[in-house]
T-cell receptor, first 113, second 114 residues
Framework: QQQVKQSPQSLIVQKGGIPIINCAYE??????FPWYQQFPGKGPALLIA?????SEKKEGRFTISFNKSAKQFSLHIMDSQPGDSATYFC????????????FGQGTRLTINP | NAGVTQTPKFRILKIGQSMTLQCTQDMNHNYMYWYRQDPGMGLKLIYY???????DKGEVPNGYNVSRSTTEDFPLRLELAAPSQTSVYFC?????????????FGSGTRLTVV
């Protein structure tokens, strides 16, 4: 019940395409859903996050879509660029207590020029 | 403003050896976390702390210990290194409460146990 399942494991997209990464969760107590971006040799960095009271959130070229009834959320990257090539992690947590993030397995995204 | 600093960046240990992974943050965050990252497995929580003097186990605590004597420091101790502890270790910190959450991660320690 604590798991967050992420797919696909890897994804290759041409420049300008729209990669989509999907995540699903079981724990209905989760109410905070961030995405982290990680470049090789670096720690993950917060990219964008959503709360379940909205179905979509946009920040620049990055969009989170959230489906509360299906317990699924996804990351879309508009007009993808080679510099977006990285590993992306979805995560989930409650907002009370220790706010322990449960991470998905990660998606290695490659944007070809 | 350094954020979260982890040392060392790389380390090779022999089976049975011990070591401490250091983590320091300068953002006055109360919450601190240790995760390990294995290929294809995401990040798994080892231990966490909600403030100085308070620590608790995460999902994969076996073989590790932590302490939190100050707000800034959260070291992770490996007592008897095993090959299964070969991994990349990340320390993170976060603020409490508020509408904007997020962890700030360090750059990681890559540990190999041989």
């Amino acid at each position: 019940q604590q798991q967050v399942k992420q797919s696909p494991q890897s994804l290759i997209v041409q420049k300008g395409g729209i990669p989509i990464i999907n995540c699903a969760y079981e724990n209905t107590a989760f109410d905070y859903f961030p995405w982290y971006q990680q470049f090789p040799g670096k720690g993950p960095a917060l990219l964008i996050a959503i709360r379940p009271d909205v179905s979509e959130k946009k920040e620049g070229r990055f969009t989170i879509s959230f489906n509360k009834s299906a317990k699924q959320f996804s990351l879309h990257i508009m007009d993808s660029q080679p510099g977006d090539s990285a590993t992306y992690f979805c995560a989930a947590s409650g907002i009370q207590g220790a706010q322990k993030l449960v991470f998905g397995q990660g998606t290695r995204l490659t944007i070809n020029p | 403003n350094a954020g979260v600093t982890q040392t060392p960046k790389f380390r090779i240990l022999k089976i049975g050896q011990s070591m401490t992974l250091q983590c320091t943050q300068d953002m006055n965050h109360n919450y601190m976390y240790w995760y390990r990252q294995d290929p294809g497995m995401g990040l798994k929580l080892i231990y966490y702390s909600v403030g100085a003097g308070i620590t608790d186990k995460g999902e994969v605590p076996n073989g590790y210990n932590v302490s939190r004597s100050t707000t800034e420091d959260f070291p992770l101790r490996l007592e008897l290194a095993a090959p299964s502890q070969t991994s990349v270790y990340f320390c993170a910190s976060s603020q409490t409460g508020g509408a904007n959450y997020g962890y700030t991660f360090g750059s990681g320690t890559r540990l190999t146990v041989v």
